[in-house]
Each structure stands twice: as structure tokens, then as C-alpha cells.
């Protein structure tokens, strides 16, 4: 099964916003509301942002939201902080499984 | 707070078996799916398989015929086999809860912290 399309990498300032995007095909992230995505720091386990394309869990910054369009959804973090720089990755449940994007590096400059 | 931990060898000789145990704690292994993901060094993320607290279990495609997983809700774990690994299949290998939603299986709400597994002779 083909991952999911992210870019490789963004950058920005403190206090700035970027959007991640996530491509996927009508079998999966077209078909059904159930992207995820998720935030990995080295050496920690990875962490659920955003569920079902634009909900997120208790506890997770309202900075983050998700939206979807077509076959692509996106990943936009507002007010970036420093903390908030690591991998993110795009997830979509689907008839054969779930499969992930190939994970979009974020740099705070 | 439910918490899982992974466990096994973290060094598994080509052609051979890798095994590897998640341990919850903190809360219920029933009524649950629990799934197995991993990522090989500088690459992303890959689903494996899942299993029901009953048993149940579905696996990615890729993997399937080399995939095998196992429940044991009595020590509260679950389970994953691996066989005839290559070098390809070094990753470090999480396991985690599948949150079940509006619409179904939706995420993965809960992880551990990885454990790496290396394939070498």
C-alpha cells in the first residue's frame, strides 16, 4: 500500500503559522474522515494532535487544528513555538488498513 | 493513565523469528484493538497489524504472510511475531491503542516509547 504524500520538511519563525499537507487517493484520505495525525520528538513516544481530520484530544494546544479537501487534508499549527519543533505525521485509516505519510519535518528557526 | 510498554531482543539474526511484547498497564486490555507500528531508521512510519482483545486480528498487506499476533489479556499484553526478517526490517517497533470513534477505528490515541530492534548476524 502507497503512503501518504507529505512535504519532507517546513520551516518558519516563532509566531508564525505553516500547514502540513497530506495526499492521499479516493480509497482513503477521499473516502473516509479518519485522519489522524501525530507528532514525534526523538526518543519519546509519538503523540495523537488530531483525530477524525479535525478533532483533537484533551490536552493537545488549540494551536493545532486539521481540515481536509478532496484527497488531501492538512495539518495547520498556529503561534509556533520552539517546542513545537519535530516530526508530524499524516495518517488515514482505510478498507485495508491504515497507512501513514512518509512524515514532514518541522524546523522553528 | 494507561500506559504500554514494548519488550523483546533488540538484536535478531537474519532469517529468524523477531518477537516482541507490549505490556499495558494503567487500564483495561479489553474491548480494545491494539496495533503494532514501526519505523525503520530515517523513514516513516509503518503499520503493521492489529489485534481485537478477542483475538481478532488484521494485518497490513506487506506483511501479512510473515506477520503473526497474539493476546494474552489475563498479563495483560499483547504480542508480535516476525518471521524470516531481513536487514529491511530493522526499525524501532511501537506498539499502541486504536481509538475507536465516530466512524470507527479512527487513530492511534496511545504509544510506547519504541523499542529498537536490529537485524544482523
Known amino acids: 500500500q502507497s503512503a501518504l504524500t507529505q512535504p519532507a520538511s517546513v520551516s518558519a519563525s516563532p509566531g508564525q503559522s505553516i500547514t502540513i499537507s497530506c495526499t492521499g487517493t479516493s480509497s482513503d484520505v477521499g473516502t473516509y474522515n479518519l485522519v489522524s495525525w501525530y507528532q514525534l520528538h526523538p526518543g519519546k513516544a509519538p503523540k495523537l494532535i488530531i483525530y477524525e481530520g479535525t478533532k483533537r484530544p484533551s490536552g493537545v494546544s488549540n494551536r493545532f487544528s486539521g481540515s481536509k479537501s478532496a484527497n488531501t487534508a492538512s495539518l495547520t499549527i498556529s503561534g509556533l513555538q520552539a517546542e513545537d519543533e519535530a516530526d508530524y505525521y499524516c495518517c488515514s485509516y482505510a478498507d485495508r488498513g491504515a497507512v501513514f505519510g512518509g512524515g514532514t519535518k518541522l524546523t522553528v528557526l | 493513565q494507561v500506559q504500554l510498554q514494548e519488550s523483546g531482543p533488540g538484536l535478531v539474526k537474519p532469517s529468524e523469528t523477531l518477537s516482541l511484547t507490549c505490556t499495558v498497564s494503567?487500564?483495561?486490555?479489553?474491548?480494545?484493538?491494539w496495533s503494532w507500528i514501526r519505523q525503520p531508521a530515517g523513514k516513516g512510519l509503518e503499520w503493521i497489524g492489529r489485534?481485537?482483545?478477542?483475538?481478532?486480528?488484521g494485518y497490513n498487506p506487506s506483511l501479512k504472510s510473515r506477520v503473526t499476533m497474539s493476546v494474552d489479556t489475563s498479563k495483560m499484553r499483547f504480542s508480535l511475531r516476525l518471521s524470516a526478517v531481513t536487514a529491511a526490517d530493522t526499525a524501532v517497533y511501537y506498539c499502541?491503542?486504536?481509538?475507536?470513534?465516530?466512524?470507527?477505528?479512527?487513530?492511534?490515541?496511545?504509544w510506547g516509547q519504541g523499542t529498537l530492534v536490529s537485524v544482523s548476524s
Open positions: 489485534i481485537y482483545s478477542s483475538g481478532s486480528t
Open positions: 494503567g487500564g483495561s486490555i479489553g474491548t480494545y484493538y
Open positions: 499502541a491503542r486504536d481509538y475507536y470513534g465516530d466512524y470507527g477505528l479512527s487513530a492511534f490515541d496511545i
